[in-house]
């Protein structure tokens, strides 16, 4: 059971500076953050506000300086993200890219491509999401049937995502799709590889999807017979769903696992500081805000020295999820809807509709338990 | 983090109780047997004095190595007062009182103290006054958790051999905050060895003609246990972590957020492993109740989830500003 280790880390050096700055910078946006965009977390897109973001540093910070990064390190990059998620900042037009698609393509990308996509990703020129499910491929991943086939000076690309979250704001895709056929009686993993996909590419087909709030924040994508170049291809022919797997700790382990419901818990502690029957209540988050914070954090560390803590990772999601996802019945069951503050009200009517996602999203809980269950050693 | 010395002697600590206690100690011990031979084959590794420091003749070791000790006795069920021992023999020596041999423990005001009929010496703390009594100044109204620990009151019918005040940092609670970072540590091993008995009894029990752990339904329920563990275990890490940086009484924040912590998953891994276990992890004869009876007996000491979550709400709700730069700044503001 070593994958369910969790050594804990200390604070970076210089660490209540780099704090400073962020709320300093926040600060100074906070006012543009709605109630609305406060709830949604880092579902919140604002390329203004990415921009500002990446002119600070703050975007790819742990990458090489040559490719735009700052070279800093995932303990301190862990502090910017956490000061973002608890003000509510709208970092969603940069959350993918540097969460996902710039490690993966500073990993395993062509000199070309990271010379190409890492500083404007870094700068917030460009908005990255991920390609993965498809309207019959979900948990199920790798029975997707998205399909690049390889033509003269390239790839034609052919098939269909679906829940792809602001494919229509972004600028590009990192897919996972097969590029040869999955052996007979094989692992149906085999086969499958990742693709830079430019979403203004002819062929390409958004159809935005509404959500339950009302809101057009997810998508369904079709290609049709779009034309990707010869490098558009990540990584290795084949490799995908290997490379794909090892995104995951970085996916998964980030504090945007626990703290997406954030502001409603300050709006809470704020509305109802003087009300004592509240206190054992409040108390019980902040309990376990403090205990998902230090394995979080240990879960960082262990991205920092190197480490695949893909276990841990999957083991903090599903706590950190149950945890922001309760938080709006709890809140209700301290003050009624009607009674609470304007702005409290519109957050908590915005999360109780959307907190069903939170274990969904980056893997469903489901899945987050087989992969505890698997290094338990029962299957 | 624990330093090497201190994993070390954990894992020696680890070995002495797998040798020297088993099942059946445990069922003496609710028989009302003392273990003698397993106290004397943990006492010899001389850790009595493990938070003492080594300038007053002691280990010198800190609250963060001491965690993995709490757990490797979480996780035996010990049979003895180890944990108990090495937190009066601190709270004695921060009084500047020398700790005297033997079976020592410790409490405060009226409260029951954990082992109290089989200690030589028992240190008792009233706010932030210690006295230490042996044994032939106290008579005993015994009692016991629903473990069947001893947890006995004391009637003081002598003098204590020595009476002094802890300093500042330790403050008023100091028994408080001892027994729950002592729990905390000791709920995390336990849960560590009740979820091991359980994942094996999924991966040998057969039932539909295939191990229950095959079942996803049982897989998810494990799943939540193994996590609840694992928090347990980063909860009583990080309060004794907070401990070192900022003294006892000053943890009191982290002490509170661990016992809430560990509190809350001993409840939810308890449930789980009877669960699995069905019928017969509910037996006498079964090695099961031992760790689950003291999770549930462990929630209520040293302070349970209720009476944390009250004060460390009152807390939050009594900050100037937010909560998030509070609970950020406990860790930033002192550079190590």
């Avoid at chain 1, 600028?171 to 040869?180: F, Q, Y």
């Avoid at chain 1, 409040?282 to 403090?290: D, M, T």
């Avoid at chain 1, 907190?355 to 299957?379: D, H, K, N």
């Avoid at chain 2, 039932?207 to 752990?213: L, S």
């Amino acid at each position: 059971m070593a994958g369910l280790r969790f050594d804990l880390r200390d604070a970076p050096e210089g660490a209540a500076e780099l704090r400073a700055e962020v709320r300093a910078f926040l600060a100074e946006h906070a006012p543009n953050f709605t109630p609305e965009i406060r709830a949604r977390s880092w579902m919140g897109f604002d390329r203004d506000f990415t921009r500002a973001v990446g002119a600070k540093g703050w975007i790819g910070m742990c990458w090489p300086r040559e490719f735009g990064g700052a070279e800093r390190s995932f303990l301190e990059r862990n502090i910017v993200l956490e000061e973002m998620l608890a003000a509510g900042a709208p970092v969603g037009a940069h959350w993918i890219g540097d969460r996902q698609s710039g490690p993966l393509i500073l990993r395993l990308g062509t000199e070309e491509q990271k010379r190409h996509f890492l500083p404007r990703i870094a700068s917030g020129e460009y908005a990255f999401c991920i390609g993965l499910s498809e309207p019959d491929s979900g948990s199920d991943l790798a029975s997707l049937r998205t399909k690049a086939e390889k033509v003269d000076g390239g790839w034609k690309l052919n098939g269909r995502k679906i829940w792809t979250t602001f494919g229509h704001l972004c600028d590009w895709m990192i897919a996972l799709v097969r590029t040869s056929p999955a052996p007979e009686g094989g692992a149906r993993h085999i086969g499958l590889s990742q693709v830079l996909v430019n979403l203004r590419a002819p062929g390409v087909h958004i159809r935005p999807i509404r959500d339950l709030v009302g809101e057009k924040g997810f998508n369904e994508i079709t290609f049709d017979d779009v034309m990707l170049p010869e490098d558009a291809l990540v990584g290795q022919e084949g490799a995908g769903w290997a490379q794909a797997t090892s995104e995951l700790a970085f996916e998964r382990s980030g504090p945007d696992r626990y703290l997406s419901s954030h502001p409603l818990l300050e709006a809470a502690m704020t509305t109802l500081k003087q009300d004592n029957a509240a206190a054992p209540a409040l108390g019980r988050q902040v309990a376990r805000l403090w205990a998902l914070r230090n394995m979080s954090v240990a879960v960082a560390g262990m991205l920092e020295d190197g480490q695949d803590p893909v276990r841990q990772a999957a083991l903090v999601k599903d706590l950190g999820n149950d945890f922001e996802q309760a938080l709006p019945n709890v809140v209700r069951d301290l003050i009624a809807t009607e009674d609470m503050p304007e702005d409290m009200r519109r957050m908590h009517a915005y999360l109780t509709q959307i907190v069903p996602t939170f274990s969904l999203r980056g893997g469903t809980r489901e899945i987050m338990r087989g992969i505890i269950a698997r290094e338990l050693g029962l299957r | 983090m624990a330093s090497e010395i201190a994993t070390e002697l954990a894992e020696q600590v680890d070995r002495a109780l797998a040798d020297a206690a088993d099942v059946s100690t445990l069922r003496d011990l609710e028989a009302g047997n003392w273990p003698a031979a397993t106290w004397d084959a943990l006492v010899a590794l001389g850790l009595n004095g493990a938070l003492v420091p080594e300038a007053a003749g002691g280990v010198g070791l800190g609250f963060s190595d001491v965690a993995p000790l709490m757990e490797v006795l979480g996780r035996h069920a010990a049979p003895v007062p180890l944990a108990e021992s090495i937190f009066a023999n601190a709270l004695l020596s921060a009084a500047g009182i020398t700790p005297p041999e033997g079976v020592i423990s410790f409490g405060a005001g009226q409260g029951a103290i954990a082992w109290g009929r089989h200690a030589s010496h028992i240190a008792l703390l009233d706010g932030a006054r210690i006295a230490l009594y042996p044994a032939a100044a106290l008579a005993w109204e015994v009692g016991g958790n629903i473990a069947h620990e001893a947890r006995d009151r004391a009637r003081i019918i002598g003098a204590p051999v020595a009476e002094a005040v802890l300093p500042n940092g330790w403050g008023a609670e100091a028994a408080l905050l001892a027994t729950a970072l002592m729990r905390a540590g000791q709920i995390a091993g336990a849960m560590q060895a009740a979820l091991a008995l359980a994942v094996d009894h999924a991966n040998t029990r057969k039932q539909f003609d295939r191990p229950i752990g095959r079942f996803q339904a049982v897989q998810q329920q494990l799943a939540v246990f193994a996590a609840e563990t694992s928090a347990a275990s980063v909860a009583a890490a990080a309060a004794a972590r907070a401990v070192d940086r900022r003294g006892l009484a000053a943890a009191a924040f982290e002490i509170g957020c661990a016992k809430i912590t560990v509190g809350e998953a001993a409840t939810r891994g308890a449930a789980i492993a009877h669960q699995v276990f069905a019928a017969m992890g509910i037996t006498e004869e079964h090695q099961l109740h031992h760790f689950t009876r003291r999770l549930w007996s462990w929630r209520e000491e040293g302070g349970s989830e209720a009476f944390w979550a009250k004060r460390i709400g009152q807390e939050a709700q009594a900050l100037p500003g937010a909560l998030w730069p509070f609970i950020t700044a406990r860790e930033e503001e002192i550079t190590p």
